[in-house]
């Protein structure tokens, strides 16, 4: 009996422990599957590519998309174009997106050509820009108008300046500046990679020889990876198209180079492909190079490796593992965003709609912008008519209006009469470019726009003329009256 008792008592203790046990086992389960979704809120950022995506005009300018994961991409801003050069030949190739070391400064670079828009091969190879487009930023968001930046104009007989890309060299204290310049040899064709030391992105030093291949073969396109302490055999790793996509590493930027390969092994040669552009996997040790398909009109292709020193590893990607988006994407840089910066490209570049403004009282005219002037004109659909209606620049609940065709230029009143003007990013610029969106003045279905620091005066046509105006008669609320459409 004494010894059942004992048995009792040993098993209401084990009872005790099991549910313990069991108890702290639910508890974990529980703590993990709430804190489960917490963890994928805060999922690492995402990378910015910055490229163009065709010729033409349109197709020649500065566009931006975003992915998660490296390998799928989406076009922002609904595919539209991100900046616009209003300098050189007004059409930019090539960019290259840039950070600075501190992360308080941005410069998008980029090749000044825009092939079929009054320009040909023959004259961009032969007497083409030898200058450069650059934009600044201190946000990725607002964006300084562009500038040129001449750096072949040093170069004897240098007849233009290609496929520019930047990066920053702890040896010296400024930027590397690379780009590739036809200077002919025995009268043929001859580009050749220079370089020149810069900080600001508006005066460099005298341009060098930085590669050049034996004999006539020519090379154009060049993009440099600084390597983590432990991967590979050297510090930096650069990709160039010479006739093939050869591989090269260095220790220092401006030391001396070590041919690793190519990837003809993997079938890809620079009658191929063109524009490497290299990216580094947050999550994981892998690097992806992708290669613009130019003689299949194709686009990007990702090619993989876990060491970009070792031609060996790349591998091409498998079938459906990756999308490039709705726009082909062509020669650029890809950017890996901090969360900060990741939340104000999505803000800044929504897929916000497409709007048309239709005038209440002479409703086949629409506003419209030319030479940056604005007003309203009959049976206009083109994009001179076409708007992203922006959160108000200067306050909650309020209306921007910025130009799909130039991109970062809003409606702005100065003097009470309307421009297309640049936002310079000061607080003036954002109140003159702020409006209440209301009920329409003259039909309540319709739409007025009240002056955000003026808001006495509404949005009217005069004589077909945009004017910020006071509203005190019929015809005047029927001036200032108009519909949202597309």
Not at 247 to 274: A, F, K, P, R, Y
Request: glycine share 10%; aromatic share 12%; hydrophobic share 35%.
């Amino acid at each position: 009996m004494a010894f059942t008792e004992r048995q009792e008592m040993h098993m209401s203790a084990l009872r005790v422990r099991l549910s313990a046990i069991f108890l702290a086992a639910c508890l974990l389960f529980t703590g993990h599957a709430l804190t489960a979704p917490d963890r994928a809120a805060a999922a690492d950022p995402g990378y910015l590519m910055t490229h163009f995506i065709g010729e033409g005009a349109t197709g020649q300018q500065i566009y931006f998309s975003h992915s998660s994961d490296g390998l799928n991409w989406t076009d922002l801003g609904g595919g539209g174009m991100a900046l616009r050069s209003t300098v050189g030949t007004r059409g930019v190739r090539d960019p290259a997106l840039v950070r600075s070391p501190d992360g308080s400064r941005y410069w998008i670079i980029a090749t000044d050509l825009c092939i079929g828009c009054g320009q040909t091969w023959s004259q961009a190879i032969n007497d083409g820009s030898r200058s450069l487009v650059v934009w600044e930023s201190a946000d990725l968001v607002t964006w300084s108008q562009p500038w040129l930046l001449n750096v072949a104009g040093a170069i004897p007989d240098g007849r233009n300046a290609w496929a520019p890309e930047a990066i920053w060299n702890p040896a010296t204290n400024d930027y590397v500046l690379y780009w590739a310049t036809n200077k002919p040899l025995d009268g043929a064709t001859k580009h050749r990679v220079y370089y020149a030391r810069t900080s600001d992105f508006r005066s460099i030093t005298t341009p060098q020889v930085y590669i050049e291949r034996p004999g006539t073969q020519e090379i154009i396109d060049t993009q440099i990876v600084e390597m983590p302490a432990g991967v590979g055999g050297f510090r930096y790793v650069r990709a160039s198209g010479d006739g093939q996509i050869t591989i090269e590493g260095s220790d220092s930027i401006l030391g001396t180079w070590t041919n690793l390969g190519n990837l003809s092994g993997i079938g890809l040669t620079g009658s191929q492909v063109e524009g490497p552009m290299w990216m580094k996997f947050r999550d994981r040790g892998e690097w992806t190079l992708y290669l613009d398909q130019y003689a299949s009109g194709r686009g990007y292709l990702p090619v993989l490796t876990p060491d970009p020193s070792a031609t060996g590893t790349y591998r091409l990607p498998a079938s459906g593992s990756y999308s490039m988006g709705g726009t082909k994407k062509r020669h650029g840089s890809i950017l890996n965003l901090t969360a900060a910066e990741e939340a104000r490209v999505h803000a800044r570049w929504a897929g916000t709609p497409v709007n048309r403004l239709q005038s209440y009282n002479f409703q086949d005219r629409y506003v419209r912008h030319a030479d940056f002037d604005v007003r309203i004109d009959q049976n206009i659909s083109g994009p001179d008519a076409r708007f992203r209606l922006r959160p108000g620049l200067a306050g909650s609940g309020t209306v921007s209006f910025e130009s799909v065709n130039f991109p970062g230029y809003f409606l702005r009143h100065a003097n009470h009469d309307f421009r297309l003007a640049h936002n310079d990013g000061t607080t003036r610029f954002a109140a003159d470019a702020t409006f209440r969106q209301v009920a329409g003045l003259a039909d309540s279905g319709w739409s007025s726009f009240r002056s955000y620091n003026f808001p006495d005066r509404y949005i009217r046509h005069y004589a077909y003329e945009l004017r910020l105006d006071p509203v005190t008669t019929a015809t005047a609320r029927g001036d200032a009256t108009f519909r949202v459409t597309s």
